[in-house]
């Protein structure tokens, strides 16, 4: 599988910004796709995860509420709204995907196969 990311940018506090993930490589029917992110000199960290096949999502405490994730199973392709942006939320944000069903936990780096490239989003004050 991979994964192509994009719709980074600069904004401003306050802004939005949608991401996008296409999965090419193989489709997959079951299994999960997430956002991480990492800022300078921080570990990469949890963001947001959906199960493919079900729909359910998970979010961390410090975007719930602003940011959405979706999925087009159709195209292959998750997406992430990130609404109200931070200066806080400034990262490379990277996607995730799993295939198949697990047990592992949609929180982790660990619970994923593929990674995409990173996308930058810059907020700025």
């Known amino acids: 599988v991979q994964l192509q990311a994009s719709g980074g940018g600069l904004v401003q506090a306050g802004d939005s910004l949608r991401l996008s993930c296409a999965a090419s490589?193989?489709?997959?029917?079951?299994?999960?796709m997430a956002w991480f992110r990492q800022a300078p000199g921080k570990e990469r960290e949890f963001v947001s995860a959906i199960a493919w096949y079900g729909g359910s999502t998970y979010y961390a405490d410090s975007v719930k509420g602003r940011f959405t994730i979706s999925r087009d199973r159709a195209s292959n392709t998750g997406y992430l709204q990130m609404n109200s942006l931070k200066p806080e939320d400034t990262a490379a944000y990277y996607c995730a995907a799993r295939t198949g069903t697990s047990s592992r936990s949609f929180y982790s780096l660990s619970g994923y196969d593929y990674w995409g490239q990173g996308t930058q989003v810059t907020v700025s004050s």
């Open positions: 490589g193989r489709t997959f029917n079951t299994g999960a």
